[in-house]
């Protein structure tokens, strides 16, 4: 018994020490990552002067919030701040990371990667759900990569869970078929 308790000790401290720096990992960089080179990144919602370093040092052009229209809130008007000072397109749609999207949502985010200057910053609040759902999305339309290298844009490795309310937007790519949004007039494909 004793043995037992210290290994489940050990296990849970494993645990957290991981999860923490996991955490303290993803605070430093703002869950940043590649997309695409020199075309798409994502990220956790970056503050002020984190958001103004991205933008130079990798020319961007477009921002496009999944976090949906926060007007008042302090985020999302520095954020907007940014943007316009360095003429940087910015775009928002609400995505939740609990709820499958709507194809209206789809529509509407496919419309972005349509119109969006390159390079785009896609982001949400941690980088993980909704911004690996945007990016496995961008992958497909966009890269025109298979489904099983867009998945991986849904890791753990950035954060994403692929259990409990999160699986929904797994399950939404695992049942993508490109075309699928044509009668809503949606963007299916993206010319670069």
Not at 4 to 31: E, M
Not at 78 to 86: F, P, S
């Amino acid at each position: 018994m004793k043995n037992f308790r210290k290994y489940t000790i050990s296990v849970f401290c494993v645990f957290f020490v991981c999860v923490g720096g996991y955490y303290a990992y993803s605070t430093l960089t703002g869950n940043f990552h590649v997309i695409t080179p020199g075309e798409a990144y994502r990220s956790a919602q970056l503050g002020t002067d984190r958001l103004g370093q991205v933008a130079e040092k990798y020319g961007i052009k477009s921002v496009i919030n999944l976090r949906g229209e926060k007007h008042g809130e302090e985020w999302y008007e520095n954020e907007k701040a940014v943007c316009e000072r360095r003429q940087i397109q910015h775009f928002s749609i609400k995505l939740t990371a609990a709820n499958r999207p709507s194809k209206d949502d789809v529509s509407k985010l496919l419309y972005f990667f349509s119109v969006a200057q390159r390079p785009v910053l896609i982001h949400c609040h941690g980088g993980a759900d909704r911004a690996g759902f945007a990016a496995a999305l961008w992958k497909i339309v966009v890269d025109k990569a298979p489904k099983e290298e867009a998945k991986k844009q849904l890791s753990i490795f950035y954060g994403h869970r692929p259990w409990g309310s999160e699986q929904v937007l797994d399950e939404y790519i695992d049942e993508w078929e490109p075309g699928r949004f044509k009668e809503l007039g949606a963007v299916t494909e993206v010319n670069q």
